[in-house]
């Protein structure tokens, strides 16, 4: 079988690359021609580990290449896979402009029979709207609309791991509903995934609508998980308990496992804050109340702000001449995307209090600066007071703070030594809780986890601030919206 792969983004490239890893031969459409040809010359828009790997050594091996041609693009593969983007509406609601776009661009260049493959993160109900547009543009050209089918088979890609993810799967979701083409399309699917099946079978067979709703489903119970844990930090500092004791705890029970239990400063990226608020959308269209996932985005929207809440609470609301150094820019580690960042939000939140801003990440500067001239597009100028370091060391130079918001692996055991050097105080606000809070003590280090006893953890006496600064909010309640559709 041949493999086509409507879209060239994270989700289409992975896929892409993975199948011509597997011996398909494989072409990849966008209509970006820019990135296309990139692509041709072999690099690679986005950051995840492995990919540029694999992806040069099968288009060395002739296995996969690169369009903007949708005619050739149709014409060669025997499964078309529809991989765009599904941005969130200013409603929540998922946008299905593009996969409908494409839709009909399939339906428009069909010639023979052709398995149409949802791989996008869509609403339940997209499969029949992209059978309605394709049978639209086949009906206008006079052809059969039994040369097609649609079937649903959800991505469950976490990014920094996207190439282990798809080449070792632990299921494989595949939706195909009753029709002339049902056991043509369902033969077609299992010989696809053939290679994953030989020692027990990873497939999940249901129908379409089940498998469009197990991928927000999975998503919404995974951010459900850090939210009620973050819920239960924010309880523990209260009380004076430890939740990285609390979670080994819990953790123990089998009902409830380890995974996702890791409080921290809130969770971001393309996935769930784009599906929470897609599977809310839907129910509301439906007339239902999802009330558990709603709560999940106002913990996460409130958590994000939590470290800067902290900050005030020892510097207070106005951080005028303070320097605070961040380290961590993208939503997690392994990754250069800054989709729905918690540091985007606290990086604004300091800038419009007057800080100065000094960040580190090993890998998405670049994609972060981007992002933050949108957040601050109403106010530029706060920019002036924002610096990428070129390294972790040198964003701590004269510090007053230091807020770790992503955990990559170069952070967990930096020389505390030297970095007490370097800070005019030795403050750390430890957004994914890398550190020992009695260690740190020990050494004269002030520190603030999340959920990590800081009642007992020595803390740093500032100079004192004003206690009402011009034009400045004493709350969050009023900060500008910091989503931003990408």
Same mark, same amino acid.
């Given at each position: 079988?041949?493999?086509?792969?409507?879209?060239?983004?994270?989700?289409?490239?992975?896929?892409?690359?993975?199948?011509?890893?597997?011996?398909? @031969?494989?072409?990849?459409?966008?209509?970006?021609?820019?990135?296309?040809?990139?692509?041709?010359?072999?690099?690679?828009?986005?950051?995840?580990?492995?990919?540029?790997?694999?992806?040069?050594?099968?288009?060395?091996?002739?296995?996969?290449?690169?369009?903007?041609?949708?005619?050739?693009?149709?014409?060669?593969?025997?499964?078309?896979?529809?991989?765009?983007?599904?941005?969130?509406?200013?409603?929540?609601?998922?946008?299905?402009?593009?996969?409908?776009?494409?839709?009909?661009?399939?339906?428009?260049? *069909? @010639?023979?029979? #052709?398995?149409?493959?949802?791989?996008?993160?869509?609403?339940?109900?997209?499969?029949?709207?992209?059978?309605?547009?394709?049978?639209?543009?086949?009906?206008?050209?006079?052809?059969?609309?039994?040369?097609?089918?649609?079937?649903?088979?959800?991505?469950? !890609? @976490?990014?920094?791991?996207?190439?282990?993810?798809?080449?070792?799967?632990?299921?494989?979701?595949?939706?195909?509903?009753?029709?002339? $083409?049902?056991?043509?399309?369902?033969?077609?699917?299992?010989?696809?995934?053939?290679?994953?099946?030989?020692?027990?079978?990873?497939?999940?067979?249901?129908?379409?609508?089940?498998?469009?709703?197990?991928?927000?489903? /999975?998503?919404?119970?995974?951010?459900?998980?850090?939210?009620?844990?973050?819920?239960?930090?924010?309880?523990?500092?209260?009380?004076?308990?430890?939740?990285?004791?609390?979670?080994?705890?819990?953790?123990?029970?089998?009902?409830?496992?380890?995974?996702?239990?890791?409080?921290?400063?809130?969770?971001?990226?393309?996935?769930?804050?784009?599906?929470?608020?897609?599977?809310?959308?839907?129910? #509301?269209?439906?007339?239902?109340?999802?009330? !558990?996932?709603?709560?999940?985005?106002?913990?996460?929207?409130?958590?994000?702000?939590?470290?800067?809440?902290?900050?005030?609470?020892?510097?207070?609301?106005?951080?005028?001449?303070?320097?605070?150094?961040? =380290?961590?820019?993208?939503? @997690?580690? $392994?990754?250069?995307?800054?989709?729905?960042?918690?540091?985007?939000?606290?990086?604004?939140?300091?800038?419009?209090?007057?800080?100065?801003?000094?960040?580190?990440?090993?890998?998405?500067?670049?994609?972060?600066?981007?992002?933050?001239?949108?957040?601050?597009?109403?106010?530029?100028?706060?920019?002036?007071?924002?610096?990428?370091?070129?390294?972790?060391?040198?964003? !701590?130079?004269?510090?007053?703070? *230091?807020?770790?918001?992503?955990? =990559?692996?170069?952070?967990?055991?930096?020389?505390?030594?030297?970095?007490?050097?370097?800070?005019?105080?030795?403050?750390?606000?430890?957004?994914?809780?890398?550190?020992?809070?009695?260690?740190?003590?020990?050494?004269?280090?002030?520190?603030?986890?999340?959920?990590?006893?800081?009642?007992?953890?020595? !803390?740093?006496?500032?100079?004192?601030?004003?206690?009402?600064?011009?034009?400045?909010?004493?709350?969050?309640?009023?900060?500008?919206?910091?989503?931003?559709? /990408?």
């Amino acid at each position: 079988m041949r493999i086509t792969v409507m879209g060239s983004g994270y989700v289409g490239l992975v896929t892409g690359a993975c199948l011509s890893d597997l011996g398909f @031969k494989v072409v990849c459409l966008d209509k970006d021609e820019q990135k296309i040809r990139a692509l041709q010359e072999g690099e690679v828009p986005i950051y995840e580990p492995g990919l540029k790997e694999v992806l040069h050594r099968n288009r060395a091996d002739g296995r996969i290449r690169f369009t903007s041609d949708a005619c050739e693009a149709i014409e060669h593969g025997d499964i078309i896979f529809i991989a765009v983007g599904t941005p969130p509406s200013e409603d929540g609601s998922a946008d299905l402009g593009h996969v409908l776009s494409v839709a009909s661009l399939i339906g428009r260049h *069909l @010639k023979s029979f #052709k398995l149409v493959v949802n791989k996008s993160t869509v609403p339940v109900g997209t499969a029949d709207r992209v059978r309605s547009a394709i049978s639209h543009e086949l009906s206008h050209r006079g052809m059969s609309l039994d040369m097609f089918d649609v079937v649903s088979n959800p991505e469950f !890609l @976490k990014e920094g791991a996207a190439i282990d993810d798809f080449m070792r799967p632990d299921r494989i979701v595949v939706g195909v509903d009753d029709g002339v $083409n049902q056991i043509k399309s369902q033969r077609m699917m299992g010989d696809l995934y053939a290679s994953f099946n030989r020692h027990h079978s990873r497939t999940v067979w249901m129908d379409v609508r089940s498998a469009e709703l197990t991928k927000y489903a /999975a998503n919404a119970m995974l951010a459900t998980r850090i939210s009620f844990m973050n819920e239960m930090a924010n309880l523990a500092d209260v009380l004076g308990a430890d939740i990285d004791h609390v979670r080994r705890g819990i953790g123990a029970d089998s009902r409830i496992g380890h995974s996702f239990l890791y409080a921290g400063c809130g969770y971001g990226g393309s996935c769930f804050p784009k599906d929470t608020q897609a599977l809310v959308s839907t129910a #509301k269209a439906h007339g239902q109340s999802m009330k !558990l996932v709603s709560a999940t985005e106002q913990v996460n929207a409130q958590q994000k702000l939590l470290l800067v809440d902290r900050l005030m609470q020892r510097m207070g609301p106005d951080l005028t001449g303070r320097k605070i150094a961040v =380290w961590g820019l993208s939503f @997690k580690p $392994n990754t250069d995307d800054m989709r729905e960042a918690t540091s985007r939000v606290v990086i604004r939140d300091l800038l419009m209090r007057g800080a100065r801003v000094s960040a580190y990440d090993p890998v998405a500067g670049d994609e972060a600066l981007r992002a933050l001239r949108i957040d601050c597009a109403d106010h530029l100028d706060w920019l002036d007071r924002f610096e990428l370091a070129s390294e972790d060391m040198q964003a !701590l130079q004269g510090a007053d703070a *230091l807020m770790v918001l992503t955990e =990559w692996k170069i952070f967990h055991n930096p020389d505390f030594e030297v970095m007490k050097d370097l800070m005019r105080r030795p403050f750390i606000l430890d957004g994914r809780n890398l550190y020992n809070p009695e260690a740190l003590s020990e050494m004269g280090i002030a520190y603030q986890g999340v959920g990590r006893r800081n009642d007992l953890v020595q !803390l740093l006496s500032f100079d004192a601030v004003p206690s009402s600064p011009p034009d400045l909010q004493d709350s969050h309640t009023s900060t500008p919206d910091m989503r931003v559709n /990408a």
